[in-house]
């Protein structure tokens, strides 16, 4: 008896199942694993000659529970994904509302320095009731940086600096002068007329040391009043 025909013996015995075409070298194999695992009968040798048991099939209960495993393990899954989403977007929301509010703050802290920005100027009043005036308390304000109020003094041989929000008020106001004019009748009669209350003329800012000379004057001016 040849190799192969005892080999084909023994997995006749095993209960082997095999492919025809199979090698003597795979079969060889197949039967000492069979011989080792003590293989049952209805053990069956696939294409690559490898011996495979038969299993109980599951029960009802078993193949529920496995669904319902597979089912949790998925939807824990999407829990995790969920929740890791809303954290991102949470944190994005978060970021975009400290970006604005930064923004904002450095908005309203730009205006605010536009606005207080002093400008030198010398200021005229023409309206008649206050030419004889030294100087009047103006006192302007917007919902960004609440009230401002200064005495601006008129006529000033050095010009003063006028807050630019007290400087931009000042341009708007307006008075009424009366000119005599003459009629058609020959007689002269007093005409009202609407123009800029105060006359604004623009000076050169000061540089750091004639600042300093001004801040110096009006120290001892202040001293002498005292």
């Keep these: 008896m040849t190799e192969r025909e005892q080999l084909l013996q023994e997995a006749g015995e095993l209960g082997l199942t095999f492919a025809k075409n199979i090698s003597t070298d795979r079969l060889k194999a197949a039967v000492g694993q069979a011989k080792e695992l003590n293989v049952a009968e209805d053990a069956v040798i696939d294409a690559g000659g490898i011996p495979v048991t038969d299993k109980a099939a599951p029960t009802e209960a078993e193949i529920r529970a496995q669904l319902e495993a597979e089912f949790a393990a998925k939807l824990e899954e999407e829990k995790r994904k969920i929740t890791a989403n809303m954290e991102l ?10 970006v604005n509010k930064v923004t904002v703050g450095q908005a309203k802290l730009k205006a605010r320095r536009d606005a207080l920005k002093l400008i030198r100027v010398n200021i005229t009043s023409r309206d008649p009731l206050k030419i004889a005036w030294e100087g009047e308390i103006f006192t302007v304000s917007n919902d960004v940086i609440g009230d401002v109020k200064k005495y601006i003094p008129f006529n000033t041989e050095d010009g003063y600096h006028v807050p ?8 708007n106001k307006k008075c009424t002068i009366f000119k005599r004019k003459k009629g058609r009748d020959g007689k002269y009669v007093n005409e009202a007329k609407q123009v800029s209350a105060f006359n604004i003329e623009y000076l050169e800012p000061l540089s750091a040391g004639e600042l300093d000379e001004l801040a110096r004057q009006q120290r001892l001016a202040q001293g002498t009043e005292d």
């Design 89 to 98: 977007n949470m944190a994005k929301t978060s970021e975009n509302a400290t």
């Design 164 to 171: 630019q929000i007290i400087l931009n008020a000042l341009k």
